[in-house]
């Protein structure tokens, strides 16, 4: 496919496959050239987004709640060979930002234990700067090249409340975690976060009596919302202890039975392709604003639509071609 700047033609398969065939440095390459000039790799974002192999799972919840620690129990978990099938496993752990510097804070890499020559795990903090839904704005590329590649992705927002509702705009499945005894149950009660989870985690479960109020709760809160459609998958409410690595073994199987039911009732390619038109949207609001959406509006009433076949990463090129060149009439 040829790169709509002018440059010479690339083949969008032999790019991907050279990212698969490279392992970490070659990912590390991608993002870091993802952050370094955007829109210079359509080519490969397009291939990527077209030959997804992974679940992409986020991970949300108020800060403090221990996602990073259920994180390193979740990886430890895929990367077990007594599993009979490790799985490979790429993390975006989202931070908050640098004052200073803008980059990530806290640094996943440096929090979560595994081992960094283990070719099955790639790890990648990303700064959350001024986004208050939990996600970095290369969130979205990141997790559709590291798709591509691995078998599970996971994806762990910063935690900042309620605006955490971003993450369902780039995960298959959505894993909501709670603290016993902080109150953070009564966050199901706020409509902006009961719609999130496709799977509910109360954390700590070695505080026996306070995990065990907080799952019936949340298993409360949850009978309220329950849609009685019949493509409706009932969200289950677990209860885990990292450290004690109690019911991780039952999130993983969560997990895979939300992903098969997906496919199941044939939402997955629906979902994904939502979420490409979101992504979409949003990055144009980003770059210019309200008018620039309006105009574009006006422009083409129906350019904001993605066809089925359609990659998001082609049609903002076009897009933010078409809006530069106005700017530039101007």
Known sequence: MARNDGSSEVSDGDELEALRQGGKVALARALARLEREPGGSIALLDAAYRSPRAQVIGMTGPPGVGKSTLLGALIGKLR?????????VAVIAVDPSSRRSGGALLGDRVRL????DDPGVFVRSMAARDRLGGLAGLTVEAMVLMRAVFDIV???TVGVGQSETDVAGAADSVVFCIQPGSGDSLQFLKAGIVEIPHIAVVTKADMESDARRAVADVTGALSLTADAGEAHWPVPVLSVSATEHRGIAALLEAADSHFAWLKEHGELEPQRHRQAEFWLIETLLERF???GLKWLRRADPKGLELDPEESPFTVLASLVGKLNARLGDR
């Open 289 to 291: 604003g309200s008018e």
């Open 113 to 116: 234990a595994t081992d960094p």
């Open 154 to 156: 996971l994806i762990e």
């Open 80 to 88: 077990n060979p007594d599993t009979g099938h490790p799985r490979s």
